[in-house]
Nanobody, 115 residues
Framework: QVQLVESGGGLVQPGGSLRLSCAAS????????MAWYRQAPGKQRELVAI???????RYPDSVKGRFTISRDNAKNTVYLQMDSLKPEDTAVYYC?????????WGQGTQVTVSS
């Protein structure tokens, strides 16, 4: 049984910062890519950031320069540092961990950017 436990969401003012964490536990082996997605009300889930096993990263233009993804392979944990947050970043954020055969999802954590 594999579990992904997310933490770090909450309410923040525009221009503020949040750091999300996602720790994978259980029978999970050979993790490849780790990623964060988000889904706003009425919208499709979208990729926010992805980091490969070798450390290369990719971001959509909407968050490039503001969000930073990182990982700690020893702890099977992925992080998302979010700076200069905007109201349009408001969404439920999901972590995604991929092995050779399976993709696992976290339960989601709410991020609300509002004054």
């Amino acid at each position: 049984q594999v579990q992904l436990v997310e933490s770090g969401g909450g309410l923040v003012q525009p221009g503020g910062s949040l750091r999300l964490s996602c720790a994978a536990s259980g029978s999970i082996f050979s993790i490849n890519a780790m990623a964060w997605y988000r889904q706003a009300p009425g919208k499709q889930r979208e990729l926010v950031a992805i980091i490969a096993s070798g450390g290369s990263t990719r971001y959509p233009d909407s968050v490039k320069g503001r969000f930073t993804i990182s990982r700690d392979n020893a702890k099977n944990t992925v992080y998302l540092q979010m700076d200069s947050l905007k109201p349009e970043d408001t969404a439920v954020y999901y972590c995604n961990v991929r092995t050779l055969s399976t993709a696992y999802w976290g339960q989601g954590t709410q991020v609300t950017v509002s004054s």
